[in-house]
């Protein structure tokens, strides 16, 4: 690394980066010595860290003060931004309930409207909760009559949320309130006289019930800690939900993130007494359920890799199941009943398509897209007879259809104005051979008549792990690259649901290097057909995807122009002994483990960096609100990297104060935040 001077592109100079002390810890992990010299930056309310994390953002902002097209880039990223928004629309009680912003606002607010023509009524501003505007809220449930509403209430980007209930008719809220923990699950019992919840600690999470008018502290707790003789411990996740007719309450227990075995217990409400007994236990399955009646459909892999739909009752083994619809060639990747039919959504290649069916399994139509995109599970109450469904992609905004059960006939209920010209660009699917012969899918957009000669800069997006298919969604800041005339591509990385169970489980433990290798093919791939060049391929990705971006600056420095890494996980020997890190140990492994030790030392970013290594141009992003994934990582590898470098690209810490893994920010900062992350991108994608 240049002792003196730190070369960005167009210009950019800065001095070396700021000094980081060393204070080696040795630790030996199954005979093996790892030196780790900046543990002390684990520490995050400690003087030395606050002032080396102050240290480090005067550095980034010295970087990007210099960055002059930055004001630009704030100016036409609020115009993609700054539009009406609105969220799926929910009818109960003859009243719609929904959550919107309006363009000038930081976030959205909880809405009604008396019946489809009737005006929109604000019932909570979350513009007026906070000061800086960083409080959001979201709706948690709504009474059947549509006259209680319960809603979370959200500080910054942390997974943390309070819960409160209001009286829709009165407008006055109850005086009882769930403290701000992390939730799975908040719904109303069906009288109206109180919560049912699961909150989660270390210990495990815990169903309560909660009856309106009494300490939260008296809250029974009605399921936890075992069941039938096994230990739910703090990685068996327990959600908890009414379903729509009041009948019945499910208790979901997910062993692991993402869960390897889905439980799925229920309690007859209707009977006070009633057990809690299985719909489904035991099996090394996923599996989700939509009730109707007294009736419940799963969607389950259970002997089915790319799932199937059965109908099953309470207390039956899996051997009683009925199937209604068959495994077919295509994942399932949603589910759910509207109106009495059935409506399935499956990834061809993945891309969305949604069919209808009987409740007995007879096919009755389909659900029209316009075009290559995303389509969303049609979302409505079983006995309504109309849903909802959001349609987009890289270059469509999300538009919310209303759609007619009984007619089949789809009207758009809401479709933002958002100032981009869809007509003039374009996506195409290609497909690409990593390195062990596997055939990866990889979706490629830009402007139409784009030169295809290697000089178009080339921002590429992937995350590869916990079951999360990466399909063509709207982004607001993805548009804005594609309107500087630069390529947007998304591999479609094992590890993800895009071809079910057996295309995850090809991404995890011993196997996470097959995510890496799809993802340094994918860039060969643009590479060699000329889409761009090694200096014009910026990369990004967030949470496993920062870990995906780790990975690369550590294999592949030589491959990439430019890397932003998003609230990442890096050092893989110590993540699970941080918050909830211990939930990935199902995908991940764990170092304490032996047999899983030698592999995760092999891929770790932070254990892999090695002194003199020319790397690209780096943007470490992370933030105190982060809950989920600990903001260790990145200080730590910031550090190392900065001493590390060989040479004299920026190595750079954007650190926020208010930013976390959830999203919840205020709207500026937002804005604010992806600016800075496309300046750069852009800026260090620039020809050198």
């Not at 010295?62 to 009818?91: F, G």
């Not at 099953?312 to 083994?317: L, M, R, V």
């Not at 609100?625 to 600990?630: A, E, G, L, P, Q």
């Amino acid at each position: 690394m240049s002792e003196t001077t730190i070369e960005g592109r167009n210009g950019i100079s800065l001095p070396a980066p700021p000094p980081t002390a060393t204070e080696t810890v040795t630790d030996t992990l199954h005979g093996v010595e790892i030196t780790d010299p900046y543990r002390w930056l684990e520490d995050s309310k400690s003087p030395q860290t606050r002032a080396w994390i102050e240290a480090q953002m005067k550095y980034t902002e010295d970087y990007l003060s210099q960055v002059k097209t930055r004001p630009q880039i704030v100016e036409e990223l609020t115009k993609l931004q700054r539009v009406d928004a609105y969220s799926v629309p929910r009818e109960y009680g003859g009243k719609i309930f929904f959550e919107k912003r309006l363009a000038d606002e930081n976030q959205y607010s909880v809405y009604v409207r008396d019946g489809w023509s009737g005006s929109d009524v604000r019932l909570i501003d979350a513009t007026k909760l906070s000061a800086d505007q960083n409080t959001s809220v979201t709706i948690n449930d709504i009474s059947s009559d549509g006259k209680l509403l319960v809603y979370g209430i959200r500080q910054g980007g942390a997974d943390e949320e309070s819960v409160h209930v209001l009286n829709v008719d009165t407008r006055q809220e109850l005086a009882d309130v769930l403290p701000s923990e992390r939730y799975f699950g908040i719904s109303l019992s069906p009288d109206k006289k109180g919560l049912y919840y699961a909150r989660f600690s270390h210990a495990g999470t815990t169903v309560h019930y909660h009856k309106f008018g009494t300490p939260v502290a008296d809250d029974a707790m009605i399921f936890g800690k075992e069941y039938r003789g096994e230990t739910l411990g703090e990685l068996q996740l327990i959600g908890v939900g009414v379903t729509d007719n009041g009948h019945y309450l499910i208790i979901r227990i997910g062993h692991g993130v993402p869960a390897t075995r889905e439980d799925l217990l229920v309690k007859d409400l209707r009977k006070p007494d009633s057990e809690i007994v299985p719909l489904v236990y035991g099996l090394e399955a996923r599996t989700s359920a939509v009730n109707i009646g007294d009736r419940f459909f799963l969607s389950t892999d259970y002997k089915a890799a790319n799932k199937r739909v059965v109908e099953a009752k309470p207390g039956e083994s899996s051997d009683s199941w009925k199937t209604i619809i068959p495994e077919g060639k295509d994942v399932i990747d949603g589910f759910n009943i509207v109106g009495g039919k059935l409506f399935v959504r499956r990834l061809h290649d993945v891309k969305t398509e949604t069919s209808i069916y009987s409740l007995d399994g007879k096919s009755i139509g389909q659900v029209a897209y316009p075009g290559i995109g995303t389509g969303s599970d049609v979302i409505g109450r079983p006995e309504q007879t109309s849903g909802f469904y959001v349609f987009q992609s890289f270059i469509l905004p999300p538009t919310i259809y209303r759609y007619d059960t009984k007619s089949g006939k789809a009207d758009v209920f809401f479709q933002a104005k958002v100032p981009f010209d869809a007509s003039q660009y374009e996506i195409k699917q290609v497909f690409y051979t990593s390195r062990d012969g596997t055939r990866v899918p990889m979706f490629i957009a830009g402007k139409k008549g784009l030169k295809q000669d290697g000089s178009a800069r080339l921002l590429m997006t992937g995350y590869g792990g916990f079951q999360v298919a990466e399909l063509p969604n709207w982004n607001p800041a993805h548009a804005w690259w594609l309107e500087q005339g630069g390529y947007f591509a998304v591999p479609n990385l094992r590890g993800g649901n895009e071809y079910g169970e057996p295309w995850h489980q090809a991404a995890m433990f011993e196997k996470k290097q097959n995510v890496f290798d799809d993802w340094f093919a994918a860039a060969e791939y643009l590479i060699q057909n000329h889409y761009t060049t090694t200096e014009r391929l910026a990369i990004s990705g967030r949470s496993n995807g920062g870990l995906l971006m780790g990975a690369a600056m550590t294999q592949r420095p030589d491959l990439f122009g430019a890397i932003w890494c998003g609230y990442p996980l890096l050092d893989m020997l110590r993540y699970q002994n941080f918050l909830i890190g211990r939930f990935w140990t199902t995908e991940y492994g764990s170092a304490d483990n032996d047999k899983d030790f030698p592999y995760l030392l092999k891929y770790s970013p932070y254990q892999n960096v090695k002194p003199g290594t020319k790397y690209p141009a780096i943007m470490f992003f992370t933030g105190d609100s982060d809950t989920r994934v600990d903001p260790l990582h990145a200080r730590k590898m910031t550090a190392r990297v900065q001493a590390a470098n060989g040479d004299d690209r920026p190595i750079l810490l954007h650190y926020s104060l208010k930013a976390g893994h959830s999203s919840g920010v205020s709207l500026t900062q937002l804005v604010d935040d992806e600016a800075d992350e496309l300046a750069f991108l852009w800026n260090e994608t620039a020809a050198p």
